[in-house]
């Protein structure tokens, strides 16, 4: 089994930054793909960015230049650096994690098909 906690949602002024963490537990070499998505109030989700775990990275066309998202392997740990945040980043963001595929091939989308999920953590923009 795998568990995703996630952590470091806060709020936060516009045009500022923000990094959340998610740390993995468990079958962590199982692994082979994790990503980021967000939900706003009243909104669907969406995929913002996913990462294999030989560190090839893909983000959301809509986010391109304002986020990164990143792994360190040894502490188990996938981060989102968000950079210029607009109140509309106002979101509970949630990571990700799927041990069924063999890559992500860069296919943010299919974020949605990730069979491990954590909780959440809010971050609220504000003007």
């Known amino acids: 089994q795998v568990q995703l906690v996630e952590s470091g949602g806060d709020s936060v002024q516009a045009g500022g930054s923000l990094r959340v963490s998610c740390t993995v537990y468990?079958?962590?070499?199982?692994?082979?793909?994790m990503g980021w998505s967000r939900q706003a109030p009243g909104k669907e989700r969406g995929g913002l960015a996913v990462?294999?775990?030989?560190?090839?990275?893909a983000v959301a066309d809509s986010m391109k230049g304002r986020l990164t998202i990143s792994q360190d392997n040894a502490k188990n740990t996938l981060y989102l650096q968000m950079n210029s945040l607009k109140p509309e980043d106002t979101a509970m963001y949630y990571c990700?994690?799927?041990?069924?595929?063999?890559?992500?091939?860069?296919?943010?989308?299919?974020?949605?098909?990730?069979?491990?999920w954590g909780q959440g953590t809010q971050v609220t923009v504000s003007s």
């Open positions: 468990g079958y962590t070499y199982s692994i082979s793909c």
């Open positions: 990462i294999d775990s030989d560190g090839a990275t």
């Open positions: 990700a994690a799927d041990s069924r595929r063999d890559y992500c091939g860069g296919n943010v989308p299919a974020i949605y098909n990730y069979n491990y």
